[in-house]
T-cell receptor, first 111, second 114 residues
Framework: EDQVTQSPEALRLQEGESSSLNCSYT??????LFWYRQDPGKGPEFLFT???AGEEKEKERLKATLTKKESFLHITAPKPEDSATYLC????????????FGAGTRLAVHP | GEEVAQTPKHLVRGEGQKAKLYCAPI?????VFWYQQVLKNEFKFLIS????????ETGMPKERFSAKCLPNSPCSLEIQATKLEDSAVYFC????????????FGSGTRLTVV
């Protein structure tokens, strides 16, 4: 069965304390892996798409990497405004474009 | 516009009543998706459309849920005879055909069944 698992479930950081979020996946055929940010009361906001092992993408303090079994979202020197839930999702081959989501990591960055 | 518009933002229904949710995708986007988000951020895929045609409905509870995307009208998700477990936030998303930049989500409709 296709599955996406995110860890940790929740993460508390001090401002400036870098860390990484993990997304491991077991799927029949990966077409793409997506990272989203979700703020309370809002829909997910697209961050990155990764397609193949070894690929990396960066945006401001965020960097996403992909291996054959997992993806990491690295947060460098986070700020309080980075506090949100970070969602990982995969699109699978033959999956007709639907996304399979992980349960998310709730990140809180304190000043 | 460049946003997916969902209405209403909040909907309260008594158990057994009907609920209807609406979604206006971004103009030019061919695909529309409905997801249900329950507690603990669990997103469940419900149905997708390619233009007005059902593309994938493997996630739909067929007895009470139905959805449509008609030309020149917002897409809709209807729940007949709501149950307490239907309480959730329902998100709509749209994408261009072959979109490699992820899907654009709306802000969701929070359905509360009492």
């Amino acid at each position: 069965e296709d599955q996406v698992t995110q860890s940790p479930e929740a993460l508390r950081l001090q401002e400036g304390e870098s860390s990484s979020l993990n997304c491991s996946y077991t799927v029949s055929g990966l077409r793409g892996l997506f990272w989203y940010r979700q703020d309370p009361g809002k829909g997910p906001e697209f961050l990155f798409t990764l397609y193949s092992a070894g690929e990396e993408k960066e945006k401001e303090r965020l960097k996403a990497t992909l291996t054959k079994k997992e993806s990491f979202l690295h947060i460098t020197a986070p700020k309080p405004e980075d506090s949100a839930t970070y969602l990982c999702a995969v699109a699978i081959s033959g999956g007709y474009n639907k996304l399979i989501f992980g349960a998310g990591t709730r990140l809180a960055v304190h000043p | 516009g460049e946003e997916v518009a969902q209405t209403p933002k909040h909907l309260v229904r008594g158990e057994g009543q009907k609920a209807k949710l609406y979604c206006a995708p971004i103009k030019g986007h061919s695909y529309v998706f409905w997801y249900q988000q329950v507690l603990k951020n669990e997103f469940k895929f419900l149905i997708s459309f390619q233009n007005e045609n059902v593309f994938d409905e493997t996630g739909m509870p067929k007895e009470r849920f139905s959805a449509k995307c008609l030309p020149n009208s917002p897409c809709s998700l209807e729940i007949q005879a709501t149950k307490l477990e239907d309480s959730a936030v329902y998100f709509c998303a749209s994408s261009r055909q072959g979109d490699d930049y992820g899907y654009t989500f709306g802000s969701g409709t929070r359905l509360t069944v009492v």
